[in-house]
């Protein structure tokens, strides 16, 4: 069996990872037992992020193979961006004739990769590989957010939805997705943070940060308490009087505690644009070397960090303030308190495991949520099957044999699937 795997932006890379794993795992395993079929795996990267902070590092640090198609897209409007990216897939779905594309979150590139599957006409009138989306379900109900809009339409496009919290079961279900296509499997990206988070002790980042106080006079190492920013969603930073809303609301946490904030490259354009460099100390060019230590408060900008080097940060930091989601799940299960900067979350699951706190984007929601979180002192949440084996079930089910290739959508359904 021919799976495409799509990757194209940064968070999609730790959700794919553990899947790529768990195909050679699969493959592995039946040339042992000479039962069942091998999965040829084929992974497209758009490349909706080409910079090396932004992607390659993640290959590396991921462990995970080299491309074998790249797409080159970039970037651009979302109907630039998402256009190129259908039009250069679509060659590829023709050339490969895969049995399932597998799209990962919320992006751009999921979106255009889920629809072009969805519209390929084949020759010889042969039925359109079967689609498969992880992380479906997922909803914020705010359809002014791209993501939202990439979220719905997806899963409406797609044969085989693997959800990762209950909420996304009763969206699926409340939008009349037929129930024998969805899968509660659990979160891959939970996969990659157990796999990782002790790997990532190793990590430099708080030694070059200078937020580690080195053993003295018999005295054990101790890192400083710091908290984490992260900021690039558009409704955040693109409107300079929100951004600086966002960063008033942040003025008592700087001043009680270094805040080190590796700014997303459309963040470093707009703090550029907007003339709002004197908020920060640092170099986005640097990614946090000795000359960049952080001050013992204001905040601290690097430029992106790597996979492993954010885990090492997120997993010491004392709070962590986000527009991110992915990392509203990460902090949860290493018991991290988060506030996120936004009205509404997708991944409710977060807030009822009480690390999450939605603060709005209100000065003195922000700052009250911020006064409250530093309080906090949440436990290490696991929510339902985020066990670090959602890839191997998304693998198993995939593995399962398809019916013949012919005829409708719904009758390409692997015939053995049952929830
Ligand atoms: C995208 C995703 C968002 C995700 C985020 C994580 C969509 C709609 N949004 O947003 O859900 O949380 O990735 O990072 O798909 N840029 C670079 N180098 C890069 C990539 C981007 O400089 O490697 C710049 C480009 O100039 C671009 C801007 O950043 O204009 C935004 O990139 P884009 O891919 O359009 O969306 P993100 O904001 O990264």
Redesign the pocket.
């Known amino acids: 069996m021919k799976i495409m795997m799509i990757v194209g932006?940064?968070?999609n890379f730790m959700k794919a990872a553990p899947i790529l794993a768990a195909i050679a795992a699969h493959n592995q395993k039946l040339t042992k037992t000479a039962t069942g079929e091998k999965l040829v795996c084929t992974l497209v990267h758009t490349g909706?992020?080409?910079?090396a902070r932004?992607?390659d590092a993640f290959f590396s640090d991921l462990q995970m193979p080299h491309p074998d198609v790249f797409l080159g897209a970039g970037?651009g409007s979302?109907a630039v961006?998402t256009a190129e990216i259908m039009r250069r897939f679509e060659e590829v779905v023709l050339r490969e004739n895969p049995d399932v594309v597998v799209v990962v979150g919320?992006?751009?590139?999921t979106l255009a990769c889920a629809l072009v599957t969805a519209k390929i006409v084949l020759p010889g009138g042969q039925a359109r590989p079967l689609i498969a989306h992880v992380e479906a379900g997922l909803r914020s109900f705010d359809r002014a957010m791209?993501?939202e809009i990439?979220r719905v339409l997806t899963d409406h496009l797609c044969d085989l939805l693997f959800v990762t919290e209950e909420s996304g079961l009763r969206n699926l279900e409340r939008e009349g997705v037929p129930q024998e296509r969805v899968f509660f499997v659990g979160n891959t990206m939970i996969d990659s943070l157990l796999k990782y988070k002790d790997q990532a002790d190793a990590s430099p980042a708080l030694d070059r940060l200078g937020l580690r106080v080195p053993a003295e006079k018999g005295k054990p190492a101790q890192i400083k308490p710091y908290a984490l920013l992260t900021l690039?969603r558009?409704a955040n930073v693109d409107d300079p009087a929100t951004f600086q809303e966002i960063l008033a609301g942040l003025d008592e946490l700087m001043s009680s505690h270094p805040v080190v904030f590796p700014a997303?490259?459309?963040t470093q354009?707009q703090i550029e644009q907007c003339g709002l460099q004197s908020y920060f100390a640092g170099d986005t060019k640097a990614d946090g070397s000795a000359s960049h230590v952080a001050p013992s408060a204001g905040i601290l900008m690097t430029g992106p960090q790597g996979y492993l080097d954010f885990l090492c940060l997120m997993k010491n930091a004392r709070l962590v303030v986000t527009d991110?989601?992915g990392i509203q799940e990460e902090t949860t299960c290493l018991g991290v308190p988060c506030v996120t900067v936004r009205e509404n979350t997708e991944r409710p699951v977060t807030v009822e495991c009480g690390t999450n706190l939605l603060a709005g984007v209100a000065q003195g929601g922000i700052r009250e949520s911020i006064a409250r979180q530093l309080e906090a002192r949440p436990g290490q949440q696991a929510p339902y099957l985020w066990d670090g084996r959602a890839a191997e079930r998304i693998v198993e089910i995939l593995a399962r044999p398809l019916t013949a290739k012919e005829g409708a959508p719904d009758k390409i359904l692997p015939s053995a699937i049952v929830r």
């Open positions: 932006a940064r968070p909706q992020h080409y910079d932004m992607s970037s979302h961006q919320d992006v751009n590139s791209p993501e990439n690039h558009p997303h490259p459309r354009k991110s989601g």
